[in-house]
Nanobody
Framework: QVQLVESGGGLVQAGGSLRLSCAAS????????MGWYRQAPGRQRELVAT???????NYAASVKGRFTISRDNAKNTVFLQNNSLNPEDTAVYYC????????????WGRGTLVTVSS
């Protein structure tokens, strides 16, 4: 099993910045992809960004150029630097770890709320 704990959410004004962190623990496979997803009220959960153990990143078009994902493999931690936030970024942000096994397995954190005021 893998446990994920997010931190860093909060209230910020439009144009501001936040840095989210997610620490993974437990039986973490060497091959994995870590990432962030978000879910706004009344909307489906959507991809924000992912990063492989080799540092290959992928971003949603809506956050490209504003958000930066990074990870510390030694500490099994992933970060999301959110800049130039706008009210449309308000959502619960969930950390995800996809274990690349014979059958890929997804693990989720409980989420951290980001609220951007106009």
């Amino acid at each position: 099993q893998v446990q994920l704990v997010e931190s860093g959410g909060g209230l910020v004004q439009a144009g501001g910045s936040l840095r989210l962190s997610c620490a993974a623990s437990g039986s973490i496979p060497n091959l994995n992809i870590m990432g962030w997803y978000r879910q706004a009220p009344g909307r489906q959960r959507e991809l924000v960004a992912t990063i492989t153990t080799r540092g290959i990143t992928n971003y949603a078009a809506s956050v490209k150029g504003r958000f930066t994902i990074s990870r510390d493999n030694a500490k099994n931690t992933v970060f999301l630097q959110n800049n130039s936030l706008n009210p449309e970024d308000t959502a619960v942000y969930y950390c995800n770890l996809r274990a690349l096994l014979f059958v890929d397995t997804d693990y989720w954190g409980r989420g951290t709320l980001v609220t951007v005021s106009s």
